[in-house]
């Protein structure tokens, strides 16, 4: 089980696109989560990149997003977030993933 | 094969899922093109909305991001968009797609 990615709107989509390279290279899998629209577009980059990095492996992977409520903050706000799955249709069994937040 | 769909950063998400819905109902397939950080949203959310819609038919599916470079506007302008290919995992085979701009 991979720890979540959390992309924000000032993230480096390929410094992020490594971070899902590693995390489908090792699991197979990588989760990322986004909040707002410029998230969104850099996560997206993100896995466009990391695309092309996994398919130099011979590793074709493809996203699916879906809606996430999550609550953040010290007020415990409630926020719609996005979350995309990302997979390969060549599983890899590994060891545990360490995420990490950009 | 299945039209282009173009979504824009003021399309109605739930519109554009429910074009994307009828390309896979229809092709199997169907493909996303947007510019600019907030079209991606727009349409990324379409994407988790259409995957609602076609959940509901027994139908999962996915979508592969990728950047390509287009050419727009009366001075030829070039562009780099990102392209969303959305498949299901239940590819079927239909009459061809007329896609529609939103």
Known sequence: MSQVLKV?????PSAAAGAIANGIRECGTAEI???????VNQAVK????????????????????????????????????????????HGLRGSKWSGKTF
């Open 8 to 12: 924000s709107s000032v993230s480096e």
């Open 33 to 39: 989560q986004v909040i707002g629209p410029r998230a």
């Open 46 to 89: 993100a896995i466009a990149i990391a695309r092309g990095y996994l398919a130099a492996s011979g590793l074709d992977v493809y996203c699916v997003p879906a809606f996430a409520s999550i609550r953040i903050g010290a007020d415990d706000e409630e926020k719609t977030a996005i979350q995309f799955v990302v997979r390969t249709r």
